[in-house]
């Protein structure tokens, strides 16, 4: 409706409203989270001890702990593991220092995981694992030294005027001083973030397939010798799965995502490790199974029994939902729920690739995965601990990077963190780790300027799994692009930190890399770039998508040639239709960038929409539509090596959502931004977008009516001439 080339904008004065005006009209669409499925029960959470303030901790040792512990319950439970890189290192010691005064006597008290020395104006006032202190009027200075083996050393701390976190810095060795990491989650005394407690949800079954000497009668099923059975939960989550039992025999039991994945008997080509066997006694018993992901159950018997009372009990990241959309077409609104639950079950602390194959983070899918989950999760800390894992290692090197071009993702995130929160706060607590990474690269380029493959753990550049191109051996212009988006980001970091030097260093980087990317990599004749230079030094004039969606991303890919782009070139891509991968939730930004709605639309649709057609209830790693039923779940040689619920994969419809169909997107001052919505054939659409301040709502229909409201302060602009009611 409101085209691309809409160039002038209509200031709109946000006016305060509720959520129900915009969203009581929308039907609501199939149920693909256990957190909005009535036929799911979610278990009460535990009591919680809530202070008036929230545990911290040094930045990035949270998502250090997590990692670890992702790293160690994952070899517990599944077959194939690969880490991406050298991480942060763990410190079993942080310092917790700041400033106060005091107009009165206060008591302040504390609690850490294992022990804490807590000194007042550099004396040592009291130790332990927690305690109460009252603190004379004046002026002081508070310090915690906090030691925790084996655990997340971080503290929470209350007190008029003192509550965690605002106002602490925090320092591994006590000199080197940033202010210390939290989030408001984190708010419940007796548990501290590296044990935070997830939601439990009671799924019940919702189908019963391929029956074989079984009956059901009245809920229970009834197996004879021989028997077997598969059990569809349809949401694909890690949980636990209980059932009564009552006969002779031995049950067995075997999980997949995908129906054959749960009928296959080969325990070598198992994802996951084998669920045990259990001997029925002919009385009635309850029998708990190992924590799996899965979707699918079957059950087998060599003996007569009855089986009742089958619950899943899956966990859940404690995520609050926040955003919102849907519009006259019931499969999208489907798309864009199952992208939601999606990324909801692949949450573990991180944005997960799988909860199934591996359960271990990655930094592309973990900053791909915030471009969406940020706008319809309150789940920062979350995208904040994925930042950290992009970042690293704290002593960075070429073999440590696993793969060289991954921490180049770090700053994306930390971009998107500024445009989407408002703040420098995230940047600030990582500045000395972002400004080594910046160290690192510059100290590895070549005499151009370029990031050229370097022998690492993986030697490969990796935009994606996707066979459009082959794994990169030299100098592809699609690093050279990120590489130049990082220096451009620095510069504008540097600049709100206040380091005008610094600034004007990488503004003058940026633009020297730019006019020789320019200058190397664009083929005026064909409107693209090309791949780059091979593993010889040659200029390789091959061309994939990767190099144009950066292109546009950074805003370097001349705005004349985008025509052509999406014309003539995608579609004439070998294979382009045919393997989607990874990177896509930044090739759909690039999309609705640059107003090609229809096109990110279009894709999603036949992409996303047929997967779910085909009966998924999450997206996978990989999208191989052209491919046979069994290509469909393999990957790295295996036969069910693909991970059916994979956080990226379902960020892509939430983007094509909100940046496209919304036309919604931040500028460069807080708190102002832009909506463009495209209608596409729609007859109505409407949305809730969280921003700094609050959620904008609002509500489009055929024929031009628009509804928009917003938190005060905040300023909207609008395609000029459009009436809002």
């Known amino acids: 409706m409101f085209g691309m080339n809409v160039v002038k904008f209509l200031f709109v004065a946000a006016v305060v409203c509720s959520t129900a005006r915009f969203l009581s009209a929308a039907p609501a669409p199939e149920e693909y ?56 290192t763990p410190s079993e010691f942080v310092v917790f220092e700041r400033e106060v005064y005091f107009e009165k006597e206060t008591v302040v008290k504390w609690r850490t995981p294992q022990k804490t020395e807590f000194f007042i104006d550099g004396e040592k006032t009291a130790s332990g694992r927690n305690g109460e202190t009252p603190i004379k009027s004046g002026k002081h200075s508070l310090r915690f030294e906090v030691f925790a083996k084996g655990r997340l050393p971080c503290l929470i701390v209350e007190g008029v005027g003192v509550s965690s976190p605002e106002g602490w810095n925090s320092s591994l060795d006590g000199e080197n001083k940033v202010p210390a990491e939290s989030s408001p989650i984190f708010n419940d005394a007796l548990t501290t973030p590296d044990r935070l407690v997830d939601d439990l949800y009671e799924i019940p079954p919702r189908g019963i397939l391929k029956p074989k000497n079984c009956a059901v009668k009245n809920g229970s099923i009834l197996l004879k010798k021989g028997g077997s059975v598969i059990v569809d939960f349809w949401h694909i989550e890690l949980g636990s799965v209980s059932l009564k039992c009552k006969g002779n025999g031995t049950l067995s039991f075997y999980a997949g995502e995908s129906v054959a994945e749960a009928e296959n008997d080969n325990v070598k080509t198992f994802e996951q490790k084998p669920l045990p066997k259990f001997s029925l006694s002919g009385t009635a018993e309850k029998i708990v199974l190992p924590e799996t992901a899965l979707r699918y159950l079957r059950i087998e018997t060599d003996g007569d029994c009855e089986a009742s009372d089958i619950v899943f009990t899956a966990k859940l990241y404690p995520a609050k939902r926040t955003g919102f959309f849907r519009c006259s077409d019931e499969r999208f609104n489907r798309i864009f729920e199952a992208g939601v639950a999606t990324i909801h079950s692949s949450t573990r602390g991180f944005y997960l690739d799988g909860i199934k194959r591996d359960f271990l983070p990655w930094p592309l899918d973990a900053i791909e995965s915030t471009l969406a989950a940020d706008y319809v999760f309150d789940a920062r800390q979350v995208s904040r601990n994925g930042y950290s894992l992009s970042l690293l290692s704290d002593k960075p090197t070429v073999f440590g990077t696993g793969i060289l071009d991954y921490p180049l993702h770090a700053l994306v995130g930390f971009r998107h963190d500024y445009a989407r929160f408002g703040d420098i706060k995230t940047s600030e607590m990582y500045r000395p780790r972002i400004v080594q990474l910046f160290d690192f690269y510059d100290s590895i380029l070549d005499e151009r300027g370029f990031l050229p493959l370097r022998k690492t753990k993986w030697p490969f550049f990796l935009p994606g799994w996707s066979k459009v191109y082959p794994r990169w051996k030299g100098t592809p212009a699609y690093v050279q692009i990120m590489l130049y988006e990082n220096w451009k980001t620095a510069s504008k970091f540097f600049g709100l930190w206040g380091d005008n030097v610094s600034q004007e260093k990488y503004a003058k980087k940026a633009e020297k890399l730019k006019s020789d990317i320019m200058k190397y990599f664009w083929d005026s004749k064909r409107g693209v770039f090309i791949n780059g230079f ?9 061309v994939s998508h990767y190099a144009q969606y950066w292109g546009i991303l950074a805003d370097i890919f001349p705005e004349s040639a985008v025509g052509n782009l999406f014309e003539n070139v995608l579609p004439n891509l070998p294979k382009y239709r045919e393997d989607i991968s990874i990177e896509k939730a930044y090739e759909i930004a690039a999309y609705t960038k640059v107003g090609r709605v229809r096109d990110a639309y279009n894709l999603i649709s036949e992409v996303w929409g047929g997967w779910l057609d085909e009966g998924h209830s999450r997206f996978p790693e990989n999208f191989s539509p052209k491919a046979s039923e069994s290509d469909k779940l393999k990957f790295y040689g295996r036969p069910f090596g693909l991970s059916l619920c994979h956080a990226s994969l379902g960020a892509p419809p939430i983007i094509a959502a909100f940046r496209g169909i919304c036309g919604f997107s931040e500028t460069e001052n807080p708190d102002e931004y832009v909506l463009k919505p495209n209608l596409l054939d729609f007859q109505w659409i409407q949305a809730e977008i969280p921003v700094r301040k609050g959620s904008i709502k609002f509500r489009l229909e055929r024929g031009g009516k628009l509804n928009v409201c917003a938190p005060s302060g905040v300023k909207i602009f609008l395609p000029s001439g459009v009436k809002v009611f």
Do not use: I
């Open 534 to 542: 091979d593993k010889h030094g040659e200029l390789d004039t091959g």
């Open 33 to 88: 989270s256990p957190t909005t499925d009535v036929r799911v029960k979610k278990l009460p959470r535990p009591e919680f001890d809530v202070w008036g303030a929230a545990y911290m901790w040094y930045p990035g040792q949270l998502a250090s702990y997590l990692h670890r512990k992702l790293a160690s319950d994952s070899v517990e439970r599944c077959n194939f593991v690969f880490d991406g890189g050298t991480y942060f």
